[in-house]
């Protein structure tokens, strides 16, 4: 197993995924995927072109290794120099906040722009992408590709509502319509259901995809931010099943600021 329990069963350790072999469960194989079959194995395995679909997109699907930067604490992502524009009361919010409380570390979704520390999946259709998490509670979120316009009054939900579009090679994810419920890292960050975020993915060769997060919350923020990552293909491994809710013994063990962000050494 890769673990055995929630966020919070990890916090004294550094997260180290490492693939597996495949479970054999018969699952089809993506066109991406069967491309890059056959080139060597671990470190010594050369990276394959960027794959495409029939159409000439190009084609994201695949498993992917998290971005730390995406879990544990958002300034890491930033450019170096900049710090986060927030707001007096979302500052004093973050130190307050405690680690034990973290609705992640509790079984809830990690909503966006934030990441498990799981491997995740990419489905990508001619009308749809998915992304699949294996952390967690096993949840999804959904991206339009066909083009449809944000609801006029969305219920606002962890993933939000997103509808992408394509830039050249850049796939440009917009999205609307969350809750205020989630943290955007585990140092604890706030957000208001006045979140807009703008993503937009490349998949500059196979093994790597990167992605920049345009994060406008004028509720939390003072000016839009941007946030930077990338996530590395992971070969010969499939997702395994991960349920938070059977295993989340460690909560009442975590106090103070998780030593990873920048709050705990104030």
């Not at 999804?140 to 992408?164: K, N």
Request: hydrophobic share 30%.
């Amino acid at each position: 197993m890769r673990f055995l329990g929630s966020l919070a069963a990890m916090i004294a350790a550094l997260v180290l995924i490492a693939p597996r072999p495949a479970t054999g469960q018969g699952e089809a194989i993506s066109t991406a995927e069967k491309a890059a079959k056959g080139k060597g194995k671990g470190k010594n395995r050369p990276s394959a072109p960027t794959p495409r679909t029939a159409d000439g997109k190009v084609d994201f699907s695949g498993i992917y290794s998290p971005d730390r930067n995406f879990i544990y604490d958002i300034n890491d992502t930033l450019k170096k120099g900049e710090e986060l524009p927030l707001q007096p009361w979302a500052l004093k919010t973050t130190k307050e906040r405690m680690s034990k409380d973290d609705p992640e570390a509790l079984c809830l979704p990690t909503g966006v722009p934030r990441q498990a520390p799981y491997p995740w999946r990419i489905l990508q259709t001619g009308t749809h992408m998915f992304f699949i998490f294996e952390g967690n509670i096993h949840s999804f979120r959904q991206i339009f590709l066909d083009g449809r316009p944000h609801p006029a009054d969305p219920d606002p939900t962890w993933y939000g509502h997103s509808s992408a579009k394509w830039d050249k090679d850049t796939l440009v994810v917009d999205s609307i319509g969350f809750n205020d419920k989630f943290w955007f890292d585990f140092a604890g960050h706030p957000h208001t259901e006045k979140l807009h975020v703008i993503e937009r993915y490349t998949r500059p060769e196979f093994d790597r995809i990167e992605y920049e997060t345009v994060v406008d919350d004028p509720g939390a923020y003072t000016r839009p931010f941007t946030m930077y990552g990338k996530s590395n293909y992971m070969h010969d491994t499939e997702l395994m099943e991960y349920i938070c809710n059977e295993n989340n013994k460690d909560v009442e063990h975590i106090v103070g600021k998780d030593p990873r962000n920048k709050y705990s050494k104030e």
